[in-house]
């Protein structure tokens, strides 16, 4: 954990997984929220706002305020509060606004 996150775990850690955010691989404790995984390891914003392009951050911890939105192996739209740590993730911050097109869809065929 950097020394300048403002974030501590309050007890020894008995097991740690890897995972990656942003290309940076992090060593966090198991059984916790991939949220608390990543303010304990330094990050200091998830997502960009759709709106201003301001930076957010887990805020509530509990699902109400989105601000922890994430994109996970892939997956978009995730918050990371609600998310358990597992071994493996590749995390990436959620930049703007999501396309609510799926990738792959032909646009010209979508009426038919």
Known sequence: M????????????EKTVQIE????????PAGISLAAALL??????????AVSGRPGAPF????VCF???????GQANCQAC?????????????????DL???GHDEE???E
């Open 101 to 103: 097109l799926e990738s």
């Open 109 to 111: 065929g979508a009426d």
């Open 67 to 73: 601000e922890c939105l994430v994109e996970v192996d």
């Open 60 to 63: 509530c911890m509990m699902g």
């Open 21 to 28: 955010f942003e290309g940076a691989s992090l060593s966090v």
């Open 82 to 98: 609600l998310l358990p740590v597992r071994a493996g993730m590749r995390v990436l911050r959620q930049r703007g606004a999501r």
């Open 40 to 49: 304990l390891g330094g990050v200091t914003h998830t997502r960009d706002s």
């Open 2 to 13: 950097p020394a300048d996150s403002l974030f501590r775990a309050l007890g020894p850690g």
